[in-house]
């Protein structure tokens, strides 16, 4: 299984980015999909994910200003963040828990400026 991600990038205090992370030798069929971000410093940490169902859970620095979705025929999982912050800026990565395994992107840097 490889994920690949893409749309991080520099944006401005309160705008907006998509991540993107495409899934390629997966079957996408049972997987919970994930975005977690590490700052400079500091762990890598949980900011959302979505069930092949749809059921979604975020962390509550992100409430209300990220969604995270996923398109199962595209075998691909987007964050759409709005109303970024300086306190985004980090690396972000994509992860898929599948059964045969746990699985990561490389990673995407988001730098938001005040």
């Known amino acids: 299984v490889q994920l690949q991600a893409s749309g991080g990038g520099l944006a401005q205090a309160g705008g907006s980015l998509r991540l993107s992370c495409a899934a390629s030798?997966?079957?996408?069929?049972?997987?919970?999909a994930g975005w977690y971000r590490q700052a400079p410093g500091k762990q890598r940490v949980l900011v959302a994910y979505i069930s092949f169902g749809g059921a979604t859970n975020y962390d509550d620095s992100v409430k209300g200003r990220f969604t995270i979705s996923r398109d199962n025929a595209k075998k691909t999982v987007y964050l759409q963040m709005n109303s970024l912050r300086p306190e985004d800026t980090a690396v972000y990565y994509c992860?898929?828990?599948?059964?045969?395994?746990?699985?990561w992107g490389q990673g995407t840097q988001v730098t938001v400026s005040s």
């Open positions: 992860n898929s828990k599948e059964s045969s395994g746990d699985y």
């Open positions: 030798g997966s079957t996408f069929r049972t997987n919970v």
